[in-house]
């Protein structure tokens, strides 16, 4: 009996001890990927019996790093290259011979590195791909002639950094830039929306933001020895270790457990899905199977946009990209490369699309008949409608015999059938199996066509290279073709001037047709009728999107121009057009219907309230059986019960 | 002999219409939903005030006088018992729209309510109190009056249950033959189509459950499958008879969904789903006076109604006749007070709760939870169910689950729709020979086929409400039918007012 009193009171007293245990403090910076890395250690460490304070976002990589030296801090995810720079120590690109190095100055300063995650987070610098395209850019050397013209923007922990930092980046590479914009580390992620919008055109990201395989984005490859390697790993100091000497062994089974891609992927989790860090990593530790737990993600809601594959990175799809997100927070909304976006959005692959305004219409015996079955939700740029021919083929389009465009169907097939209907003089066609300017570009340099049409963002990537590599190609005058009935035959056209230099060997200004460019949803049906809903109701057909989102769209694209007058814009857009001003009843038909109803209403009351004498009343006699009228007197006793 | 006509007209009807869907489905859609449409959207008053009249007369029924007639002989005694009898009620007369609605109405609401503002907790409360008007008292009355009807006349004036009956005498003189006849093969035109139309659909639903349950292709070569199986089924079903076949059934129905109902009832937000559940019920008891009248004149928002409250009102309408035919003929022996409270009352309280717990809870996970779910609506209703269960553990058994009592769901209405037809077309046999059953059951087969081979889902919804317009005619005939013979029923007040 006291035997086991004793054993009770010894077991209480160590669970006691266990619990009373100090907590393990886990930090972090505060950029998503350390706060994701910094709740799967958390997380493990709580799955194994610890108890974890959380300090995640702490602050700066110095602001961590003194924590940790203060003993504030137990244990936050480090990266030795950034350990390196904060030690002042010469860079190194080899990952081992990094850490070789960090072991001393550490061991000396009572910090260690635990064994690393497995995944290796650099800076890199980053610009448009179509600002890449025409500078020729391939690495970091190559921005140092246009520096001058060029805007930089970096975060504010990468300008604040001695060794690897902002000012030993400018002055090794030689850069001047016109400008350098500095954001505090929280806004990092508003560097990518900056550098879309052209508010900047290079900015230093991390190679594991999800945003530049997302916009379609270019890296510059770092061609001179300037940042060390930086692999991820829990940092933590010989005081903590002491205080916590399981910690490594509770950590390990996160050695070498995240790699690039996957951290992206979680990484895009918080940043595009809307998750909190701790969710992410709680998933991802079930699914590597470190803590127990349900491994099902909560339904990721994909919302794709369909585009042109060419169009992925230009700005136009990037707009619409950024827009969708920002109005619909919490769902995986992506670009989907659709050689014809419409038809992704119609077969339902797609919720929207991203299309020139050309694309709205499609071609009949009559013309252009605008397309009821879209309607455009917002106009997120513009795209040009190029003319190419060789340098010593016509002048202007209006002078090409044989025009090639994309295949029957495509935007720029419809457009040159319409000018070729009104213009004059005998104009043929040379529809391309690819709507895309090397298909076209291939057309006339193998003499198929004298001259060629490609719909593209404006210095669209293939145009670019197209122009680049074939000297023999250059852009010719095409607005002179859009006059008089073609106006009017193709309403969403306008003229637009291409200057001097934007494109290669452009060496003086042409002017062009251009369109809005425009996010397109599936419309819906034009008139009030039967819903979809009832006890038993299904529809295939692809759904409108909400007024709402609608609406979440048009102000997350901001002041800009307003859907065209010539396409079917979305209700929600555009008040409906007010009826004639009347008092008179513009449906007759409804009128007839009503005096319909109340005859039959006036029929029903007669039926209802004429003499019983008038009824036929053999009839319903014979139907009567005998049986039935028993129960009849049987009632009748019954009220009289009830009465008494 | 009248049967006869009635079997000949309706199957010459038909055939060409089905025809018409196989082969033009586009013209057939148009010209059968712009019908419907013409009608709905030019007296959108009028089938309003005519089924908030409907719930009005079934308060009256029940509350008045005639409260404590009896469907049947007074010592009759009810064949089902009430559990059952509910259980039969819904897998009759609801079906799986229940389940689909549940999540996906309340949360569109929740979205985007007529005239303000979405998202807020004020649209939450309007979105409960709009979805139980769409499936609550209206529903129920539309349903209960048809049935009562018929029940009446069958089993306490030993008619026989057709649509007809009630409107022996009523016309007199040589029109009355082709009234009875018209309202007779227009019940039968409206049941086979409302049938065909509704399976058509369900087994499209069944496919889309199945793809995204066990990723099964999408082709017409399932949903033949599926409707091959359902066939089978159903014809089973029927062919035991109403006593076992269709009762089990349901009652299976009914356990299967309470149970998935507790299940999100206690996983999900408990108190949450119960505190909406209570304000919903005072809300709608508040509101259903304004609700039952409201349209929007005003705000030039006759689209919405259009799509939502007298679409639904058309649906109850155009399964009156069918659904009013089964539940009369299970209905025998309960006083027209007991009938209104279970066929009127019971059900529209445990749609309250019902929408409580799936729509609340959906409610919920936008409000409070991870979000996402009103968007997956908006992108596609059907797969809106499937993705809501993803928010709770176990999602893939209730998957399932719901996929079960999908199916089922349309056995029991295709058993209760063949039954219909064959008693209808059998001069009112309450047990029609099983011949009578093949010949119904093969022939909406072969119609939901030809629906399904069409390939367009406008067919279907075009045949399932094609009855419900004209219908809605013959249905106030009966009323008066029914209102003349209760004036000769001998009531308590009839015979005070004697006594003074």
Known sequence: MMRGVAAFCLVAALTLSACARTPVVVASKNTVQDRVLAEMMALTLEARGFSVERRIGLGDSADVFQALRAGSVDVYPEYSGTALALLDVPPEVDPDAVRARLVEPFAALGLEFLAPFGVESRFVPVTRRALAQRAELAGVSSLAPIAGELRLGVSRSFAERPRDGLAGFVELFGLDFRDVVVVPDERREGLYQMLIDERIDVMIGFSTDPQIFDFGLAPLSVDRPFFPAYDAAPLTSTAALSRHPALPDALAPLAGAVDAPTLRELVRQVQVTGRTPRAVAAIALARLGIVEGSAATPPEIPLAIAVNPEELGSGPANRALEAVRTAMPGRAVALAPAKRPLSALAGGEARMAVVPAAAHFRLTPDGAIREEGVEAIGVVGRSVLYAIAQDDGPARLGDARVVATGPEGSPSHLIASVLTRHGEGDLTLAPQADSGAASIGSAIARGAAEAGLVIASRQRGDVVRLLRESPGLRLVDASAWWQGPTRIALPFLGEATLR?????????????????????????PGTAGLGRQGPISFDTRVQPLTDTTVRAIDRALGTRVDVGASLRAAPALVPRPPEART?????????????????????????????????????????????????????????????T | MKSNAVFLIALAICVPVGLWGLFAPDTMAGSVLGFTTWFMVGASWWWLALCSAFVIFAAVLALGPWGSIRLGADDDRPDFSTASWIAMLFAGGMGAGLLFWGVAEPVTHFDAPPGQEGGTPEAARVAMVITNLHWGLHAWSIYGICALIIAYFTFRRGGKPLISTPLVGLIGGRAERGVLVGADVLGVVAVVFGLAGSLAMGALQVRSGLASVIDVPETIGVALAILAVLYAAYMISTLTGVEKGMKLLSNINMVLALAMMLFIMLVGPTAFIFESAVDTLGAYVSQIVTLSFRLFPYEGLTQWSASWTLTYLIWWLAWGPFVGVFIARISKGRTIREFCAGVILVPTLFSILWFAVFGGAGIYVELFGPGGLSALVADNVSEALFAFFGYFPLAGLLSVAALALIFIFLVTSADSGTFVLSMMTTDGRLEPPATAKIVWGGLVAVITAATLLSTSVEVARAMATLGAIPFSAVLMLQVVGFLRALASEPTGRAKADQVT
Do not use: C, K
């Not at chain 1, 425009?518 to 419309?523: H, L, R, S, W």
């Not at chain 1, 014979?622 to 007197?633: C, I, K, V």
């Open chain 1, 583 to 643: 008092a008179r009843n513009p449906r007759p038909d409804q009128a007839l219907l009503t005096a319909g109803i109340f005859a039959y209403l006036g029929v029903i009351g007669w039926l209802l309230l004429r003499r019983r004498g008038q009824l036929p009343n053999a009839r319903s006699d014979d139907r009567a059986t005998p049986a039935a009228s028993a129960p009849r007197a049987a009632a009748s006793d019954h009220s009289q019960n009830q009465e």
């Open chain 1, 500 to 524: 001097p230099e934007s494109h290669p060997g452009l060496d003086r200004a042409v002017s062009v047709l251009s369109m809005q460019t425009v996010i397109t949803g599936p419309a819906p």
